[in-house]
């Protein structure tokens, strides 16, 4: 009776507010979770020795508060190694590059606020999390970069519709949304964008978000699949932090919380200047 009556419930609410929902009970048992698997307390370990500075990867300067980084647990990002794999494209990121970047699900601000620093250029960040969104504005606030980085609540095609037209980076990690989000038409309006999306098939068989995509952008860009992977000891920049933190601290780090079968969808413009290790479809 109690899944039946979510079940509808998820039928009748509007798609914004079902988000913001979603979105806020993420967080709270993410803070749950990292208080009983140990994570806060490798956090605060990481950043006694660390420091609140991420030191290494395409971010590397960027500062974060505290209660950003423990609210998180975005360890991984402090020591460099957090989703490395879209390392190529991240350091492709150029003042001038683009018109306009874009950060849907942008939780404590860790991209926003960094591609904002390493560009100088205008980001719109969104979340439907309010407490995500208040810590990216604490992010951009500590890093000087304020005036760049404007927060919105809920992405709609709508929303994105604004940016036609516009040559963009498109970082999206929205938990599952994206394949209502990114429709033919919403990609074709954006086709001189480039996009990386953290793909979620939820409760649908494996893959069908990444066949699903890899189908509507076929035609407008060049399209590649990037698996994750468990990172070694050689992936941690300063061995000497990694041998501090030991052996489960270094674990926990590199699984980032993750399935081993994460994927992230590359779509790169045909028409506009390559960034990163594009390849086609």
Known sequence: M??????????????RILARIS??????????????NGMHEFCRKLVSKNGLVVRWGPFAGLRLPPEAVLASSNCAALVGTYEMELHPWLRQLVPGKYERLIDIGSAEGYYAIGMALRTGSRVDAFDTASIARRLSRSTA????VSHLVRMHSFCSRRAL???SGLRCFILSDCEGYETLL???DLIRALIRSDFVIELHDGSAPA??????????FRETHCVQVVQFRWRSLSDFPDPA???MLG???????SEEGRLPDQEWLIATARNEPSTGNSAGA
């Open 2 to 15: 109690i899944r039946k009556l979510k079940q509808g419930v998820k039928k009748v609410l509007p798609p």
């Open 182 to 184: 990114f429709s033919t």
């Open 247 to 253: 052996a489960d601290a270094i674990r926990a780090i």
């Open 207 to 216: 893959g069908s978000a990444r066949e699903i995509l890899k189908d509507r």
């Open 161 to 163: 519709l604004r940016f």
């Open 241 to 243: 932090l990694a041998e």
């Open 141 to 144: 606030r500590l890093n000087g």
């Open 23 to 36: 979105a806020d009970r993420w967080w709270r048992f993410l803070w749950i979770a990292c208080e009983r």
